[in-house]
């Protein structure tokens, strides 16, 4: 057992834990203030105010079993939930950054051959145990910035051999760390090479043999296509949501990053967990998400990487959407996984409030990756995933102060995780 104690404040605490924060809502964050928390088997098992305490609290302080961390006026979070990741990918592209920098585009990389297809060829040369161990580093570097459940996709690999060594390698990193981790297939997430004009023949090859066998080994829990101008189309998407919803993979999809690709409706009309990037979102989008259980989730560390116009989320909020914030973390379009600094882009970016940042990335993030029962707060039963920050002045100087490392310790599963 484990007290926290001396917490200047605790946040994002429900007594009744919502599944998602839409429209006005998201602007509300419930604080208790001079707090503690007592976990339990990993669990979170109670909370309260310090000065509010009576007998209870005196009891479990005195008991000698039960080991406490002062948090020493900091504020404790609920674990960060980023639920669209790439994290599994084999070396970096930061040559393609400087043809960037030069002034090509994201497509005209793509189209050179360069972008997702460059990344798959190294990955096609990297031995499993060695894209394991460059992905573990990534893991843990997630972990010491306060991120608790983490979505991981294929996409890199884009044989069907290939794609399946990604897959194993997330799911050893799901036996291997101290994360929640869900993973998701994205065979179609760009035409192989080979495939240059057949990319009916590469589609097909997803469906009826990638499919089976990622489900037969059961290694996805969900399904994503990058449907975009250039990449796959909507007919293409269709076609590999209804397959992958056969085996019982929901999709999460890749839509309306580049144009105005009919992603989001897709997505809807398949009932899909998330649709995510959305920086092509309009009032025809708007209102289908509107009708849907589907979760909006805008990456800006992609629009902000690639220096392109950022997704509308204030009049998505407005609308009465939720909205949830994701780090996007790969090689190629969003090289970082710090969950801290998508808050401030949300704030600076997307003109989300702290407390909207907040919801985005903790209750709304969880339900994007269908943890939302395990995580994304801190409620009774809910697992004991934390951050303790250092000495701040409140929640909203966490995205404020955009370049500071503020965490202090990390629990996950009730455990304080050894930083060094
Ligand atoms: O989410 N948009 C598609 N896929 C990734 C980029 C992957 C890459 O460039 O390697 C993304 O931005
Ligand atoms: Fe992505």
């Not at 429209?23 to 000065?51: H, P, T, Y």
């Not at 240059?196 to 996805?220: Q, S």
């Amino acid at each position: 057992m484990l007290l926290i104690k001396n917490i200047k404040k605790l946040v994002q605490v429900e007594e009744v834990p919502r599944i998602r924060v839409a429209g006005k809502e998201m602007a509300n964050l419930s604080v208790l203030e001079n707090a503690w928390v007592l976990i339990k088997n990993g669990l979170i098992a109670g909370f309260g105010r310090m000065d509010e305490s009576g007998e209870e609290y005196r009891t479990m302080a005195s008991n000698g079993n039960i080991e406490h961390v002062d948090a020493g006026g900091g504020l404790v979070f609920p674990s960060f939930c980023d639920s669209h990741t790439h994290l599994v990918y084999s070396g970096s592209r930061e040559i393609e950054y400087i043809d960037k920098i030069r002034g090509l585009s994201y497509e005209e990389i793509a189209r050179r051959g360069g972008g997702i297809l460059n990344s798959a060829k190294l990955l096609q040369q990297t031995s499993e145990d060695e894209l394991y161990n460059q992905s573990l580093q990534r893991a843990w570097e997630i972990i010491m910035m306060g991120t608790g459940a983490v979505e991981i996709k294929s996409g890199y690999g884009l044989t069907p051999e290939d794609e399946i060594k990604m897959l194993r390698v997330i799911r050893r990193l799901k036996e291997t760390t101290p994360l929640i981790i869900r993973s998701s297939f994205l065979g179609a997430h760009a035409l192989p090479a080979e495939y240059k004009g057949r990319r009916k023949e590469y589609v097909d090859l997803v469906v009826n043999r990638m499919i089976p066998m990622v489900a037969g080994e059961n290694l996805a829990d969900y399904i994503d296509v990058f449907c975009d101008r250039g990449f796959f189309s909507v007919e293409d998407t269709e076609r590999i949501l209804e397959a992958g919803n056969k085996y019982g993979l929901r999709g999460k999809l890749h839509a309306n990053e580049l144009d105005y690709s009919g992603g989001i409706q897709a997505g809807v009309k398949f009932k899909a967990l998330s649709v995510d990037h959305l920086e092509f979102t309009g009032q025809k989008e708007i209102d289908a998400l509107l009708s849907s259980d589907t979760m909006p989730t805008l990456l800006p560390g992609a629009a902000f990487f690639l220096g392109m116009d950022y997704p509308p989320a204030r009049k998505m909020i407005e609308a009465g959407l939720p909205v949830a914030l994701a780090s996007d973390y790969n090689p190629g379009s969003s090289p970082s996984g710090n969950m801290k600094f998508i808050m401030s882009l949300g704030c600076i970016k997307l003109r989300m409030v702290p407390e909207e940042v907040i919801n985005a990335v903790s209750v709304n993030g969880a339900y994007a990756m269908g943890v939302e029962k395990i995580a994304g707060s801190v409620a009774k039963g809910k697992k004991a995933n934390l951050f303790i920050t250092k000495p701040v002045p409140g929640y909203e100087f966490i995205p404020y102060a955009y370049g500071s490392n503020l965490i202090d310790k990390v629990i996950l599963n009730g455990k304080k995780v050894d930083f060094n």
